[in-house]
């Protein structure tokens, strides 16, 4: 299993400003994923985040806009840059345990933001 | 990446046993069918995953026909504190190629 805590677990931000959240594993994990959600709403892969590797971003979702660290095989960072109201949402962060006989996805609390 | 297609919501009383269907028409050969529960302001968090047949754990079973076309996620005598939205999904779950795409989910709303 893995215990997964994100920071901050909320913030309210302005119109053009970044904001960086970090993702924080307590054991070593290849894969893990960005996702987004807003409220009521289902989870929206942002990317895949692999260490040693370029994250994968999937369609609607770009470098420029959420660039992605992975310094490590714990530890990740999601930046939402130049923020806009529509980027008001829950960021979750994500970590793949592969078992013997399933995989299963670990999730953090989230990280709720507000751009006014 | 196959498809999902769940009810919207459910609603269901305690102690009730409840089930709830997912069609995902398009599953692929290597595809593993896996169920996630998420409540308010919290993460997903996995149930159960199984390829065929029925797998059972303590906390739900899961139902997939020999064509795979479909999945049932059942969870006995449920309680006020299953309320939650369930999600169906399917992917590869070979390592280098498993990404978890989310569908719309079930929301079930369970009543005293």
């Known amino acids: 299993s893995a215990v997964i805590s994100q920071k901050p677990s909320r913030d309210i931000c302005q119109r053009g400003t970044s904001l960086t959240i970090q993702c924080q594993v307590d054991s070593q994990v290849t894969m893990m994923f960005w996702y987004r959600q807003q409220p009521g709403q289902s989870l929206t892969l942002i990317a895949t985040a692999n260490q040693g590797s370029e994250a994968t971003y999937e369609s609607g979702f770009v470098i420029d806009k959420f660039p992605i660290s992975r310094p490590n095989l714990t530890f990740s960072t999601l930046t939402v840059s130049n923020m806009s109201p529509e980027d008001s949402s829950i960021y979750l962060c994500?970590?793949?345990?592969?078992?013997?006989?399933?995989?299963?996805?670990?999730f953090g609390p989230g990280t709720r933001l507000t751009v006014l | 990446l196959a498809k999902t297609t769940q009810p919207i919501s459910m609603d269901s009383y305690e102690g009730q046993e409840v089930n709830i269907t997912c069609s995902h028409n398009n599953i692929a050969t290597n595809d593993y069918i896996t169920w996630y529960q998420q409540f308010p302001s919290q993460g997903p968090r996995f149930i159960i995953q199984g390829y065929k047949t029925k797998v059972t754990n303590e906390v739900a079973s899961l139902f997939i026909p020999a064509d795979r076309k479909s999945s049932t996620l059942s969870l006995p005598r449920v309680s006020l504190s299953d309320t939650a939205v369930y999600y169906c999904l399917v992917g590869d779950r070979r390592t280098g190629g498993f990404k978890t795409i989310f569908g719309a989910g079930t929301r079930l709303f369970v009543k005293a």
């Open positions: 994500s970590v793949l345990y592969s078992g013997s006989s399933y995989n299963e996805q670990f």
